[in-house]
């Protein structure tokens, strides 16, 4: 399978702990984007990354969030003291820079259930 | 900020029958994109549109873009069931941010026999 891939799919977690999710995007793509979906909303833009320099936070991401992308291949997105409001789909895309379109492929997405 | 409303939000139809989603935007940008989203699955892409004016068909389905009005459709062929899915759109950002979407709300499309 050649498309982007997430893990896990879920996680379960307490409140105050930390969690960390793996992307894998499409192997050539150089851009990747972390959003985060709620239940009934859309997806709303977290941050992205060209090859490993990441170029944009959203106010969305609080000092809690951080993601990395070590060599420009996958990113990992962690959340310290993990609170109820984290509770959420987050989903990572990829796209290839210099493509007209900027056409963004998702991944199926980590589920995450803070109780 | 650009901002971008879908309407209508819930959307029941019956099978055979037509209808447009669609979807507005609140600033100038030549990209806009429709999604489909199963439940709990993640989002297919489904049109790209990239001009004023472009038309892009696929089975029942064909989006068009307006970018003078700030405006797609997503307009429904003779509905079936398959169909039934959470339709976005999503409108990319302009300049120095045009790697960033911004998505509507979704449209909840259920199709009854």
């Known amino acids: 399978d050649t498309g982007v891939s997430q893990n896990p799919r879920h996680k379960i977690t307490k409140r105050g702990q930390n969690v960390t999710f793996r992307c894998d995007p499409i192997?050539?793509?150089?851009?990747l984007y972390w959003y985060r979906q709620t239940l009934g909303q859309g997806p709303e833009f977290l941050t992205y990354f060209q090859n490993e320099a990441q170029l944009e936070k959203s106010r969305l991401l609080s000092d809690r969030f951080s993601a990395e992308r070590p060599k420009g291949s996958f990113s990992t997105l962690e959340i310290q003291r993990t609170e109820q409001g984290d509770s959420a789909m987050y989903l990572c895309?990829?796209?290839?820079?210099?493509?007209?379109?900027?056409?963004?492929?998702f991944g199926p997405g980590t589920r995450l259930t803070v109780l | 900020e650009l901002k971008v409303e879908q309407n209508p939000l819930f959307l029941s139809m019956q099978e055979e029958k037509n209808y447009t989603i669609y979807c507005n935007y609140s600033?100038?940008?030549?990209?806009l994109y429709w999604y489909r989203q199963d439940p709990g699955k993640s989002l297919e892409s489904l049109f790209v549109?990239?001009?004023?004016?472009a038309v892009k068909q696929e089975g029942r389905l064909m989006a068009s873009l307006d970018t003078k009005a700030r405006l797609s459709t997503l307009h429904i062929t003779a509905a079936v069931h398959d169909l039934s899915a959470t339709y976005f759109c999503a409108v990319g950002g302009s300049g120095g941010s045009n790697y960033k979407l911004t998505f509507g709300k979704g449209t909840l499309l259920t199709v009854n026999p």
């Open positions: 600033t100038t940008s030549d990209r």
């Open positions: 895309a990829s796209s290839l820079v210099g493509g007209a379109a900027n056409e963004q492929f």
């Open positions: 192997s050539e793509h150089n851009r």
């Open positions: 549109l990239l001009s004023n004016g």
